[in-house]
């Protein structure tokens, strides 16, 4: 057994060098997504309204009410069922909605056959390295579209 015990005296240089090493380590950073996370966990946290929970754990007035409901709309609509269809079906032929749209579908086929007459003309007269290249070119400017398109969404998309 060693009779010397350590002192004070004998801590100091080691404690010294410790806290002049310690003071050289740079300031711990913290992650990038460490606010991100404290404030969903800040949301999770708070309490969930009702409308916003399952229907199971609404207050017990609200689900009897919304029973009834749900119950008085299926009454009616079985002793009324062939009302509320033929009022529909008013409702649709009164819109015209398949003429609306046949006449948008006829509009989209007459400017597709409109390009695709184009580029048939310009495949008979254009030579086949030009026509390439130009078909080569509009691709590279329509991706270089859509990548700046997205890349400006990124950037000036309100963050969460």
């Given at each position: 057994m060693n009779p010397r015990r350590n002192t004070t005296e004998d801590m100091e240089p080691l404690a010294r060098w410790a806290?002049?090493?310690?003071?050289?380590?740079?300031?711990?950073?913290?992650?990038?997504d460490l606010l991100a996370g404290i404030l969903e966990r800040v949301r999770r946290g708070q309490p969930t309204p009702?409308?916003?929970k399952p229907w199971v754990e609404w207050p017990v007035a609200l689900r009897w009410a919304s029973a009834g409901a749900a119950a008085l709309f299926l009454a009616l609509a079985w002793?009324?069922?062939?009302?509320?269809?033929?009022?529909?079906?008013r409702a649709v032929r009164g819109m015209d909605a398949w003429r609306t749209v046949h006449e948008a579908g006829s509009g989209i086929l007459a400017v597709a056959s409109a390009c695709l007459g184009a580029a048939a003309r310009a495949w008979e007269h254009l030579p086949r390295p030009w026509f390439l290249g130009v078909v080569a070119a509009l691709m590279a400017l329509w991706i270089s579209l859509l990548a700046s398109g997205a890349a400006l969404w990124r950037l000036l998309r309100p963050t969460p």
């Open positions: 806290g002049r090493a310690l003071g050289e380590l740079p300031e711990p950073r913290a992650p990038h009702w409308h916003r002793i009324e069922g062939d009302a509320v269809l033929d009022a529909a079906r």
